[in-house]
């Protein structure tokens, strides 16, 4: 008995060790036959509706599509699929370092090879080059997947015209546009989730988010930076004075955009795609009601600096076994009609076409045109339906379109920013609710753990 | 009876089972733990030379004694007033309220103390309203106040469970050696130290290492109370290996972080194991 356990335990060992450089090709669960297989938690609402569209791109595309659409916990999912040999030929992610070899295929020869893929007017290389960016791969390790906005300081522009105010451009100007909120509809001034939210802020001293290189081609934090300190004490003077709504430590992006709508705050930092979102959402209810992404607000040099959000994309699996159907899906979901599929839905169940019309059903109405992408790449691109324009937040991101930046997050596929903004948002968040802390306090608090993480990254 | 060649036989699936579903993911845990860096110990050298992980390791030790002790405590006392009360529809009460919180998911836990805790919580209306502060306090910035809310969230929400287990192992007290004890030691607390107490010694002993076991590994309490500011004070290993693994997708580093962790478990069971000995 003992000697057949040895012999188990070896085997296993040998059996661990060896698993991924046996002589067989290691495909990791990926199969010639049977279905494309797509992971996504975003381009449906259930797992109905994954069913619905993995018919509808089937017939469209003549070959088997299967959509598994995961709700809660996707990224640890997907890292659970990759272990367990669970294949997905086109995943879904906005997680950089899953944009390398590791776990995907380099597509820039298959990209140069379709018509549809290359298309400037389609997937402007703009796109192309965030991601990279984002991933910083010199490779093309995915298809982004709808125009991921900017993150924008989003105030209510009723308000603002009711005072009689312009719109702001420097931190005074916001903090007496807030303390009148405040004094006429005893609304906070500014609502954030930790810090995530102050770059507009940071913006006005030329403040950069994320890993930025400097002149001499050394990584560096600029919220550290002596610069920053002016943002921190703004901050924590709206703090003391009430103006600055108080659970930062525990709200989450869905309390910020509820009480701007209900009237509960002025000033939010936010996708510029939900500037549209909510004025669709209140229009009936308050018609009134009215929110614009302001201007990205500039330094003295004139230097500024607005967030764009980080880019999703389709990656290719790097075991996949059948890329070229792989890349007619994706082809597909950037055509028109996939235009439709992604916004308005699936046929049949988010509308039905009375002519030439989209007229939504009451899930389609609930889904409100987002099925992955609420704004297209493509720019030419026009929706066939008259609702859920998405007012104002085309106009929001043009005010800061000049300003536009991807934070880099990550160098050589290690991700750095993690640790560093979590640093951030303890010393920055300790500065605006501690009145002995001063931002100064926070700058030099961030220094001491922040730097040694930057010697490491610049050696 | 069964010859020993047909009981392997029997028993074969399940060790295959064992086989491949813990041992073989258990091997390749550790070997992935010494691959991935320049040496064969970096990744540990990496998990060991972090503040964080070892304040982590801290921290789930002080869980660990801080919800077995309190939560043991707690649930003895409850499961004996259901004795006490055994049938009456007052004991049923008890019963039903406090096994409730063990059905709710942490998420509805976390939002019921956020909504009493957080600046504008509760608490802090009435303490503003009593003119005992002007600013509100932010609890959950405080790392002590929230390795206590943990503790306190995490004995609350198994209470009526672990009280369950101690009452029915109360229910096996015969009943003749009660009426015994009553004749003799009328009052409860004689009844306690001198009939219930030493008759579920075994199960306190037993519930004792599962719910230490159970605490060294908090996760779900911890990563919804933590933040920024409060994180090292309340992160446990299995948090940061969550993060390393799948936020920043540094697998070898968590897996090392979780080899590590699993040997402090084995040694602190061992430890506890023979603190409780002379108890048996």
């Known amino acids: ?459 | 009876m069964f010859s020993n060649k047909k009981l392997l036989f029997l028993a074969t699936p399940a060790v295959l089972y064992t086989a491949f579903y813990f041992i073989y993911p258990t091997i390749t845990l550790v070997i992935s733990s010494f691959t991935g860096g320049d040496t064969l110990i970096s990744n540990y050298q990496y998990v060991l030379s972090d503040p964080y992980y070892i304040q982590s390791i801290l921290n789930s030790v002080v869980y660990g004694f801080g919800i077995s002790l309190f939560g043991i405590t707690a649930s003895v006392a409850v499961a004996i007033l259901m004795y006490s009360i055994s049938g009456s529809r007052v004991q049923k009460t008890l019963q039903l309220s406090t096994y409730t919180p063990y059905l709710l998911s942490w998420v509805v836990i976390f939002g019921i103390w956020n909504a009493i805790f957080q600046p504008s919580g509760l608490m802090n209306i009435l303490l503003i309203n009593l003119g005992v502060i002007d600013i509100p306090i932010q609890f959950w910035a405080s790392g002590i106040f929230s390795k206590i809310a943990i503790i306190i969230m995490t004995v609350w929400k198994d209470l009526g469970y672990n009280a369950l287990i101690f009452y029915i192992a109360l229910l096996s007290i015969p009943t003749s050696l009660i009426e015994a004890v009553s004749l003799e030691k009328d009052t409860v607390s004689n009844k306690v130290k001198s009939v219930y107490i030493p008759h579920i010694r075994s199960t306190i002993l037993v519930m004792f290492m599962l719910i230490f076991v159970g605490a060294l590994k908090t996760f779900d309490s911890a990563y919804i109370v933590s933040n920024s500011i409060n994180k090292e004070f309340v992160q446990t290993p299995a948090v940061y290996a969550y993060e390393s693994g799948v936020i920043e997708g540094n697998t070898h580093i968590a897996d090392a972080s979780s080899m590590i962790f699993l040997v402090i478990c084995l040694i602190l069971l061992v430890l506890v194991r023979k603190g409780t000995e002379k108890y048996e």
């Open chain 1, 1 to 459: 008995m003992k000697k057949l356990l040895s012999l188990l335990s070896l085997a296993l060992v040998i059996l661990a060790g060896c698993s991924s450089t046996s002589g067989a090709k290691d495909t990791g669960g990926c199969e010639e036959d049977g279905a494309v297989q797509i992971l996504s938690n975003l381009h449906v609402k259930s797992s109905d509706e994954a069913s619905a569209w993995s018919d509808y791109v089937s017939e469209e595309l003549g070959f088997d599509v299967e959509l598994t659409y995961i709700e809660d916990e996707y990224d640890t999912y997907v890292k659970s699929a990759y272990s367990s040999d669970l294949c997905y030929d086109l995943i879904y992610t906005a997680q950089p370092f899953m944009m390398g070899d590791e776990y995907a295929l380099p597509l820039d020869s298959y990209i140069n090879d379709s018509e549809i893929l290359s298309d400037e007017t389609i997937i402007p290389s703009k796109a192309y080059d965030n991601l990279k960016q984002f991933s910083s791969q010199e490779s093309i390790y995915g298809i982004p997947n709808k125009n991921e906005g900017n993150l924008v300081l989003t105030y209510r522009q009723d308000w603002l015209e009711e005072f009689g105010m312009e719109e702001p451009t420097d931190l005074a100007g916001w903090r007496q546009y807030m303390e009148k909120a405040n004094e006429e509809y005893d609304a906070y001034g500014f609502i954030s989730t930790e810090l995530y939210d102050i770059q507009p802020f940071m913006s006005t001293q030329g403040v950069q988010f994320g890993l930025v290189k400097d002149e001499q081609g050394k990584w560096t934090v600029p919220y550290e930076s002596d610069d920053a300190v002016v943002v921190y004490d703004w901050l924590g003077q709206l703090y003391d004075d009430g103006l600055y709504e108080p659970n930062m430590l525990t709200n989450g992006s869905d309390d910020m955009r509820n009480m701007m709508m209900a009237d509960g705050v002025a000033t939010i930092g936010y996708w510029d795609t939900w500037v549209g979102l909510m004025n669709d959402k209140m229009a009936e209810s308050n018609p009134d009601f009215k929110v614009i992404g302001a201007k990205t607000m500039v330094d003295e040099a004139g230097n500024g600096y607005t967030r764009a959000g980080n880019p999703g994309a389709f990656l290719v699996n790097k075991n996949t076994q059948k890329i070229d159907q792989d890349i007619k899906v994706l082809e597909f979901l950037h055509s028109p009609a996939g235009d439709l599929l992604t916004t308005a839905g699936i046929p049949g169940v988010d509308y039905n076409l009375e002519g030439d019309d989209v007229v939504f059903t009451s899930e389609g109405i609930e889904h409100g045109a987002d099925h992955g992408v609420p704004r297209s790449l493509n720019k030419n691109y026009v929706h066939p339906y008259s609702e859920f324009s998405l007012q104002g937040a085309e106009e929001s991101a043009e005010k800061v379109e000049d300003y536009s930046f991807i934070a880099t997050q990550s160098v050589d596929g290690v991700d750095y920013w993690t640790d560093i903004e979590q640093i951030i948002y303890k010393y920055g968040i300790k500065s605006i609710i501690d009145p002995e802390l001063t931002g100064q306090d926070a700058v030099e608090g961030m220094r001491s753990e922040i730097d040694p993480i930057l010697d490491e990254l610049n050696q």
